[in-house]
């Protein structure tokens, strides 16, 4: 099978990233990883013992961190539709999460004790056509609220990917009504020119 081979451009700001540097010099998989570190950092996220849920996981960067995290009492559950190389104490399902089936396997290996946190850096394949691509990252999000009423606990909190766009505002508004806070974070390992961000939704109430 042959690979598309990444554009001059890419790989220009691929070798002059620091986070891609930082990244290859460590263990951990992507750069991804140090968005997720800053946020955690400043918003104290992941706390030992915890359940976390890692939507859209491979190559596997955030499972990582958040396994280290959590410790040998916690428990890191992911799902992806590509393979992910295993990790130590990371539950992995390979599947389309927004499979129906898929996702009522992945809930009942969270079990009824239920997660203390879902994070999400899923993005659907884009097209290219903007506002296509922005119609199926909202109805992505909206799924994983869903997901959140039946896979979070009580005061458990979310960290999901949007793009700035059409949708936004009301998806904030519609966190609202079962989340006690709800922030924007735009973590410097995100690059500035990605339309990406992420909320912070925290303490989940029934
Ligand atoms: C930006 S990457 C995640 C990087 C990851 N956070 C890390 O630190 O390594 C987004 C992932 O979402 C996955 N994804 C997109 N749509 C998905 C879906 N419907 N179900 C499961 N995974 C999906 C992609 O396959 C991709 O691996």
Known sequence: MSRKKPSKEWLQTQNKDPYVKQARESHYRSRAVYKLQEIDKKDSLIKPDYCVIDLGSAPGSWSQYASE????????????????????????????????????????????????????????????????????????????????HQALKPGGDLLIKLFEGAGTNEYRQLLREHFDKVMTRKPGASRDKSREFYILARSYRL
């Open 69 to 148: 995290r959590i410790g040998a009492n916690g428990r890191v559950i992911a799902v992806d539709i590509l393979p992910m190389e295993s990790i130590d104490g990371v539950l992995f399902t390979q599947g389309d999460f927004t499979d129906e089936a898929v996702e009522k396997a992945f809930l009942q290996q969270i079990g009824a004790d239920r997660a203390d946190l879902v994070i999400s850096d899923m993005a659907p394949n884009l097209t290219g056509i903007r506002v296509t691509d922005q119609a199926r990252s909202m109805a992505m999000a909206e799924l994983i609220y869903d997901f959140c």
